[in-house]
């Protein structure tokens, strides 16, 4: 018999998404890669024969529901956040660890996202934009409502005080 894996260890300072999103990643994925492989399963079979193609977008579907609630809770483990006097930092994944760490006296605005399910979990969306580039926006999905306002706040007086600084 195998152990389980042990959990993701979090860095001091690193803060992990609340167990809740762990619900959103998992419907938001499962829905996504079960149209996706549906689609791909029924539209690749139709070209062979038009029964199969029903078949063949049935299990697509199914694939895609069981990859998306794997993927949802991986994506889940794998995403922390920091803010600290420097700025705001997210870092994602395992394989392919991407860190992107945002100065504070980068920071433009910010903004908040609540969409259906997120409302429904008591989620939200922190958006930072950033000075300097046309795409210039790091976002955070799966936050406690509390911590992204909370975090918005904070980011926010950072930003007022660098400003009285010039």
């Known amino acids: 018999m195998t ?3 042990p959990a993701p260890a979090v860095a001091p300072g690193w803060q992990p998404l609340p167990p809740r ?5 998992r419907v938001t994925d499962a829905l996504l890669l079960a149209v996706l492989l549906g689609f791909a399963g029924a539209l690749s079979a139709s070209v062979l024969d038009f029964d199969l193609a029903a078949a063949l977008g049935f299990a697509g579907i199914v694939a895609g529901l069981g990859l998306g ?3 949802g809770g ?3 483990r794998r995403t922390q956040w920091v803010l600290d006097e420097e700025g705001f930092a997210v870092a994602r994944g395992r394989w392919w660890r991407r860190e992107t760490r945002v100065p504070a006296t980068r920071v433009q605005h910010l903004d908040l996202k609540h969409g259906p399910l997120e409302r429904r979990w008591r989620l939200a969306t922190l ?3 950033t000075a300097g580039s046309k795409f ?3 976002s955070l999905s799966g936050l406690d409502a509390g911590d992204a306002e909370a975090l918005r706040d904070r980011l926010a007086r950072q930003l007022d005080i660098d400003d009285d600084a010039l």
């Open 74 to 76: 991986y994506r889940h």
């Open 136 to 138: 210039g926006a790091l």
């Open 21 to 25: 999103a762990r619900s959103l990643f």
């Open 3 to 5: 152990e389980p894996l």
């Open 69 to 71: 609630l794997a993927t």
């Open 127 to 129: 958006v930072v934009h």
